[in-house]
């Protein structure tokens, strides 16, 4: 019995150091993990807001069926490019008011990966879904795709790079997830407990209650994003089978990897709308995405894909007809139990599926993870701190460790939602004829993000938290003001408007939402100070050597 | 749809809340320091509590399906114990008398499973 009971109490302890140090190594890259892939749920809202160039097409109330639509952007494609190897159109729906269309080139013998990209970048127009015509030329910018791939592809490295790292980062937190419920003593007595005002205890409570209340999400988003790159993580077993020849597994597992060559045989596309028209009445509503493989000739394919919505899966149904007869070749039979068991936790870790509350959901769950990685890393300070205090009360420094992450805990926590907003605001701000306008947006973040990390490692101090949370808050909270001088699309025409407008309206008051939050953080620390200098006035030290950040709560 | 989506909510409140007001520590905040509840009381309202989760459970799954549904009924969970937390902790009556609302939910959800 006695022996259970040590066993035990090992287990716990050895846990709890793992928790810690597995938590503490890679908490500010999570933060920022967490951070960029809560927002990317709704990165379409969010390039939306920031190409205000779109706002008019989309306000007009859109009755156009989308056979009617993809006519257009047919016509449209024909126009610029006859010759592409594939045409890719957005139809318009419930997330996206316009037709969106764009196309690839043959690639040309020496044309690197990233060239490649870059000139795809270039590859496309928008149609405004009334008129038919395109809509005003909008600026360049990468939109809410830039803190997608923030997400897992960091930045100013090559994407094989980034991924590793934060797959390194997401190992390390599916450790910490895994050792913080093993080492969480009191996981069922205290799962309802909040006690607010208790120092330690409360960042505590709220560590817990930010983490244990969401542990389906934040397990099955740290599991499922590994799974998302797992032929990349688990080379091996796709190595022994296929060797180099890698692409040759792609096309074998996923069958939606076009492997049919152009016949180099001159044949002009057959009319469009009779196909959409046929897969909508198979599957009673229209297809949103149309794929063509080899326009204009004789090998021509056109794939139709049915709105995700009704299934976890991130492979959405799909009907596949000749491009040059007209005649419907296939559609999607049942996949095998393996890729729809991969295709549904694939699709869960990016939500495809996610009608708006079931968003909302998601959304918020995200913060809560966002919280549950501040609040840890928080804790660690206030831990340690604690082996200091009676150094400190005697006008001592605290150690190397500790302001090094309080520095860093400044920089992530508080900094991240200043580079965030400061993000939004170059989208406005910088000018709209910049060359490589985009990458300029990107290196505003990482400007402002690194400004505050670097003012943190030198004053790592109560008065520094303060200040970066209330730049955040007012960056943040002013984005709507920041909107509404620089659009015709502020909140009173997006509130009353059509629904075309919603994810502006959107935008503008989860942004404002953040901005009072952070605030409020502001805020309560300065209260705190004040409470803590008048319980200690006899205490000078205390003034020389600013108290803890964030001590006593 | 969406109303069967909101009992679902409420049916988790209130089981989370059913849960949450015989723990030991949220009981004597409510009663008073020191006081207990007896063990009969106690295991009724976690038999309730967990019920009254079932069947926010099968009011998900009402809402959005097999696929969609157990995805729903861990947000709706989320959402339920994060309130039930911010209530015991600055309003721990307020749980006692919010919890009913599971009563009027359960009779809703039933409602609209069964008939509609």
Not at chain 1, 41 to 64: C, G, N, Q, V
Not at chain 1, 309 to 324: C, D, H, K, V, W
């Amino acid at each position: 019995m006695k022996e259970g009971v040590v066993v035990k109490e090992g287990l716990r302890q050895s846990m709890s150091w793992v928790h810690t140090w597995a938590g503490l190594l890679v908490c500010w890259l999570l933060l920022l993990v967490f951070m960029a892939g809560t927002a990317a749920y709704y990165r379409h809202e969010i390039t939306f807001w920031m190409k205000p160039e779109l706002h008019k097409a989309a306000d007009a109330p859109s009755k156009i069926a989308s056979a009617d639509a993809a006519v257009l952007a047919v016509r449209g494609l024909q126009q610029r490019a006859p010759a592409a190897s594939g045409w890719f159109i957005d139809l318009p729906s419930e997330r996206n008011p316009l037709i969106t269309a764009s196309w690839t080139n043959p690639p040309k013998k020496g044309m690197s990966r990233e060239e490649r990209r870059n000139a795809f970048r270039q590859q496309n127009f928008v149609l405004d879904p009334m008129t038919g015509l395109d809509t005003a030329a909008p600026r360049d910018t990468r939109g809410g795709e830039f803190l997608y791939r923030l997400h897992f592809d960091l930045y100013y490295m090559s994407a094989i790079w980034g991924r590793w790292i934060v797959g390194i980062a997401a190992m390390f937190m599916l450790v910490a997830i895994v050792s913080g419920v093993i080492t969480h003593k009191r996981i069922f007595k205290d799962f309802f407990t909040f006690r607010p005002r208790k120092g330690q205890r409360s960042w505590l409570d709220a560590h817990n209650a930010s983490a244990v209340l969401a542990l389906p999400f934040h397990l099955m988003i740290t599991y499922t994003g590994l799974v998302t790159l797992m032929f990349m993580y688990m080379p091996s077993p796709t190595k022994a089978l296929y060797g180099e020849d890698q692409n040759t597994m792609f096309a074998d597992v996923f069958m939606n990897v076009d492997r049919t060559r152009p016949a180099r045989v001159a044949a002009p596309l057959a009319d469009i709308a009779p196909m959409l028209q046929q897969a909508e009445r198979a599957w009673g509503e229209a297809p949103t995405r149309v794929v063509v493989s080899h326009p204009n000739d004789a090998n021509a394919k056109v794939e139709l894909f049915r709105p995700s919505g009704r299934q976890l899966s991130n492979i959405e149904p799909s009907m596949t007809f000749n491009g040059a007869s007209g005649a419907l070749v296939s559609s999607t039979g049942p996949i095998s139990t393996t890729l729809s068991a991969r295709a549904a936790l694939y699709g869960l870790h990016v939500a495809h599926f996610a009608d708006p509350l079931l968003r909302a959901l998601f959304f918020i769950c995200g913060l809560a993870g966002c919280a549950m990685v501040a609040t840890g890393a928080l804790l660690w300070g206030v831990k340690e701190r604690q082996k200091y205090a009676k150094i400190v009360a005697q006008g001592g420094k605290v150690g190397f460790g500790v302001r090094l992450v309080d520095a860093l805990n400044i920089g992530a926590i508080a900094g991240l939602p200043v580079a965030f907003a400061v993000y939004f605001w170059s989208n406005r701000l910088l000018p709209l004829e910049l060359v490589e306008r985009s990458n300029a947006e990107a290196n505003c973040f990482f400007a402002a993000w690194a400004g505050c990390a670097i003012l943190a490692q030198i004053r790592p101090t109560r008065g520094m938290w303060r200040f970066q949370l209330t730049l955040g808050a007012l960056l943040l909270g002013a984005l709507p003001l920041l909107n509404a001088l620089t659009t015709h699309s502020h909140l009173g025409v997006t509130l009353f408007g059509g629904p075309g407008l919603r994810p502006v309206a959107g935008f503008d008051l989860v942004t404002l939402a953040l901005g009072l939050l952070l605030g409020w953080a502001a805020w309560w620390l300065g209260r705190k100070g004040k409470k803590q200098a008048l319980a200690k006035p006899a205490a000078p030290a205390a003034a020389a050597n600013p108290p803890a950040p964030l001590e006593a709560a | 749809m969406n109303m069967l989506i909101l009992s679902g909510v409420a049916l988790a409140f209130s089981g989370f809340a059913a849960k949450g007001v015989v723990m030991d520590r949220h009981y004597a905040d409510i009663h008073g320091r020191g006081k207990e509840p007896d063990s009969a009381v106690r295991l009724r309202m976690r038999l309730i509590g967990w019920l009254a989760l079932g069947l926010s459970f099968i009011a998900c799954i009402g809402a959005s399906g097999w696929h969609l549904g157990p995805v729903l009924w861990c947000g709706v969970l989320s959402i339920a114990a994060w309130s039930v937390t911010l209530l015991l902790q600055y309003a721990p009556r307020k749980v006692l008398l919010g919890a009913w609302i599971g009563v009027p939910a359960a009779l809703l959800a039933a409602g609209l499973l069964l008939f509609a």
